[in-house]
């Protein structure tokens, strides 16, 4: 089993920018891809970034358009953990987000819920 942990959330205005992290534990071998969620009250869960881990010096990347330019997700191998910087942040990215690992690399099906089979407990991020 592998176990999530995110931190960073908060509140900002508009225009500026906030760094989340996730860090992982337990069987985290077994995992090949980290992926950023978010859901926003009274909307669908929505996957915005994903990064292959556990592959050496191959590195992947995959965003969702809405947020392509605005947020980079980055791993440190060393410390089991993903980040997501964001910037230039817009009332519409508050939501809750949420750190998802999965035990393949997909590439855009990093970001479909199904896809995963770890969750975080999330993060929340208040943009106004």
């Known amino acids: 089993h592998v176990q999530l942990v995110e931190s960073g959330g908060g509140t900002v205005q508009t225009g500026e920018s906030l760094r989340l992290s996730c860090a992982a534990s337990?069987?985290?071998?077994?995992?090949?891809?980290m992926s950023w969620f978010r859901q926003a009250p009274g909307k669908e869960r929505e996957g915005v970034a994903a990064?292959?881990?556990?592959?050496?010096?191959?590195?992947?990347?995959y965003y969702a358009d809405s947020v392509k330019g605005r947020f980079t997700i980055s791993r440190d191998n060393a410390r089991k953990s993903v980040s997501l910087q964001m910037s230039s942040l817009q009332p519409d990215d508050t939501a809750m987000y949420y750190c998802?690992?999965?035990?393949?690399?997909?590439?855009?099906?990093?970001?479909?819920?199904?896809?995963?089979?770890?969750w975080g407990q999330g993060t929340q991020v208040t943009v106004s």
């Open positions: 998802a690992a999965a035990s393949g690399w997909g590439g855009s099906r990093c970001l479909r819920s199904g896809f995963n089979n770890y």
């Open positions: 337990g069987a985290t071998g077994s995992t090949y891809s």
């Open positions: 990064i292959r881990v556990n592959s050496g010096t191959t590195y992947n990347t």
